[in-house]
């Protein structure tokens, strides 16, 4: 069973630039989540996409967008990069049975470290 | 509103000795409640979790952690701490998202 991967591993861009992050789910997952991760913070939530509809959404400007493909692999893009957006972006993939879907368990990638200059 | 708060931001215990790592949470409803471990330059690895049922939930390498409604906590613990448990350790809420505790970085001293 392959776990979560994410590509980038790391990256460097410049502020007003665009970025692309991907992610590809563990096999039989319908379910993705990007959070950021500050340095010393917990993640914080971005987005969510179940069955390549976005599901939900946290405190991020429009700015933050996302996709999510018929093969549940994602995408995370952010334009006109800030300074602040320098972190490490998590995708999580689940597994959603339904109902209020707060009991599945999101299994994390290993991120990929943004550093906006 | 749900959120997490995690006392103490770093941890720091002699190998052999109890580890106590505190959450409490806030939720309007009964609390899906998770704890993660996450080691330098990787991502979140599942420790336990508690959805329903008994209160008292066994995780991974020897980690478990109790859900007390009344007093609104979720601490994990474990009885005799290895140097291998160094780490960041993060609670979590569930609630159509994930809503993350800001983290305690547990030392293990030899």
């Known amino acids: 069973e392959t776990g979560v991967t994410q590509s980038p591993t790391h990256l460097i861009k410049t502020r007003g630039q665009q970025v692309t992050l991907r992610c590809s789910s563990q096999s039989g997952h319908n379910t993705v989540s990007w959070y950021q991760q500050a340095l010393g913070q917990g993640p914080q939530f971005i987005f969510q996409y179940y069955r390549e509809e976005e599901n939900g959404r946290g405190n991020f400007p429009p700015r933050f967008s996302g996709l999510q493909f018929p093969n549940y692999s994602s995408e995370l893009n952010v334009n006109a990069l800030e300074l602040d957006d320098s972190a490490l972006y998590l995708c999580?993939?689940?597994?959603?049975?339904?109902?209020?879907?707060?009991?599945?368990?999101?299994?994390f990638g290993p991120g990929t470290r943004l550093t906006v200059l | 509103a749900q959120s997490v708060t995690q006392l103490g931001s770093h941890v720091s215990v002699s190998e052999g000795a109890l580890v106590l790592l505190r959450c409490n949470y806030s939720s309007s409803v009964p609390p899906y409640l998770f704890w993660y471990v996450q080691y330098p330059n990787q991502g979140l690895q599942l420790l336990l979790k508690?959805?329903?049922?008994?209160?008292l939930v066994k995780g991974i390498n020897g980690f478990e952690a109790e859900f007390k409604k009344s007093e609104t906590s979720f601490h994990l613990t474990k009885p005799s701490a290895h140097m291998s448990d160094a780490a960041e350790y993060f609670c979590?809420?569930?609630?159509?998202?994930?809503?993350f505790g800001s983290g305690t970085k547990l030392n293990v001293k030899p």
């Open positions: 999580a993939s689940s597994l959603t049975s339904g109902g209020r879907g707060g009991a599945d368990t999101q299994y």
């Open positions: 979590a809420i569930n609630f159509n998202k994930f809503y």
């Open positions: 508690y959805t329903t049922g008994a209160t």
